[in-house]
C-alpha cells in the first residue's frame, strides 16, 4: 500500500510538472518602448546597446499589489509611466515592466521576451528577469499555486539560462549595491519595496535549493 501511494504522488508530480506551461500575452512593445528601453540603459545603468537586451545574472520575483490579473496586465502595458508614479518618472518615462506574471491560480503568463530589459527593479535591470504574482501581503497574499508556479518558472529559466546565479526578492535588491552588477547612475535613486516578502522567498528558496541559486553577491 505505501509503495502504491508513493508511485501515485511521484506521478502526481511529474504530471504537474509536464502539464505545467507558459502563455503568451504580450505588452505593447513598439519603437517607442525600444527607444525609451535603450536611453534608460544609457542613462540609468551607463550602458549604450544597439539592442535593449539582457544578459540573465538574476532572477527578481515581486508582487503588483493589484488583486486582479487583468488590473495587473493593464499597469505594465502602456508604453508610458502614468503621472501617479512621480518619484518613478523622475527617472525616466518608461513604464514598468515585467517578464512574467503570475495569476493567482497559478498560471503564468509570459509579458515580453526574456531576452529583452523590463524596468522592475532598480540598479539590475541589465541583468534580470523579472516575475511577478497577483495580489499583496495583506488582503491578497500570494497563494501556494503562485509559489509552486514560481518554483516551476525559476528551474525553467535556470535550465535555460545557464548564466543565472541569484534569486532574490525584490525587497532584497538594495544588498547588490556595491557590487559588480549594481548599475545605477544616481546615487539617490532607490525605492523602498516590501515584495514579496521573506516568508514568501524562503519557500521558494527551499523549493529551488538544489539549483544553488544565491541571495547576495
Given at each position: 500500500?505505501?509503495?502504491?501511494?508513493?508511485?501515485?504522488l511521484c506521478f502526481c508530480l511529474i504530471f504537474n510538472?509536464?502539464?505545467?506551461?507558459?502563455?503568451?500575452?504580450?505588452?505593447?512593445?513598439?519603437?517607442?518602448?525600444?527607444?525609451?528601453?535603450?536611453?534608460?540603459?544609457?542613462?540609468?545603468?551607463?550602458?549604450?546597446?544597439?539592442?535593449?537586451?539582457?544578459?540573465?545574472?538574476?532572477?527578481?520575483?515581486?508582487?503588483?499589489?493589484?488583486?486582479?490579473?487583468?488590473?495587473?496586465?493593464?499597469?505594465?502595458?502602456?508604453?508610458?509611466?502614468?503621472?501617479?508614479?512621480?518619484?518613478?518618472?523622475?527617472?525616466?518615462?518608461?513604464?514598468?515592466?515585467?517578464?512574467?506574471?503570475?495569476?493567482?491560480?497559478?498560471?503564468?503568463y509570459r509579458l515580453m521576451p526574456e531576452n529583452l530589459?523590463?524596468?522592475?527593479?532598480?540598479?539590475?535591470?541589465?541583468?534580470?528577469?523579472?516575475?511577478?504574482?497577483?495580489?499583496?501581503?495583506?488582503?491578497?497574499?500570494?497563494?501556494?499555486?503562485?509559489?509552486?508556479?514560481?518554483?516551476?518558472?525559476?528551474?525553467?529559466?535556470?535550465?535555460?539560462?545557464?548564466?543565472?546565479?541569484?534569486?532574490?526578492?525584490?525587497?532584497?535588491?538594495?544588498?547588490?549595491?556595491?557590487?559588480?552588477?549594481?548599475?545605477?547612475?544616481?546615487?539617490?535613486?532607490?525605492?523602498?519595496?516590501?515584495?514579496?516578502?521573506?516568508?514568501?522567498?524562503?519557500?521558494?528558496?527551499?523549493?529551488?535549493?538544489?539549483?544553488?541559486?544565491?541571495?547576495?553577491?
Amino acid at each position: 500500500m505505501r509503495f502504491t501511494i508513493c508511485l501515485i504522488l511521484c506521478f502526481c508530480l511529474i504530471f504537474n510538472s509536464l502539464s505545467q506551461k507558459i502563455i503568451e500575452r504580450p505588452i505593447i512593445y513598439d519603437s517607442i518602448r525600444r527607444s525609451l528601453s535603450l536611453q534608460y540603459l544609457k542613462e540609468r545603468h551607463g550602458l549604450e546597446l544597439n539592442e535593449p537586451t539582457v544578459n540573465p545574472k538574476i532572477i527578481v520575483t515581486h508582487w503588483t499589489t493589484i488583486p486582479t490579473f487583468e488590473g495587473s496586465f493593464n499597469a505594465f502595458n502602456p508604453v508610458l509611466l502614468s503621472n501617479i508614479r512621480k518619484e518613478l518618472k523622475e527617472a525616466s518615462s518608461l513604464n514598468v515592466s515585467i517578464h512574467f506574471l503570475v495569476d493567482r491560480d497559478g498560471t503564468i503568463y509570459r509579458l515580453m521576451p526574456e531576452n529583452l530589459m523590463a524596468r522592475h527593479v532598480i540598479g539590475l535591470n541589465w541583468c534580470a528577469l523579472g516575475i511577478e504574482n497577483v495580489g499583496d501581503g495583506h488582503k491578497f497574499p500570494l497563494t501556494d499555486a503562485q509559489l509552486n508556479a514560481n518554483i516551476w518558472l525559476v528551474k525553467y529559466l535556470k535550465r535555460k539560462y545557464k548564466t543565472i546565479d541569484y534569486l532574490i526578492g525584490h525587497h532584497e535588491y538594495t544588498t547588490f549595491q556595491n557590487t559588480p552588477l549594481w548599475k545605477e547612475t544616481n546615487s539617490k535613486y532607490r525605492t523602498n519595496k516590501s515584495d514579496p516578502g521573506d516568508d514568501f522567498m524562503e519557500k521558494l528558496r527551499n523549493g529551488v535549493k538544489n539549483l544553488n541559486l544565491k541571495r547576495s553577491y
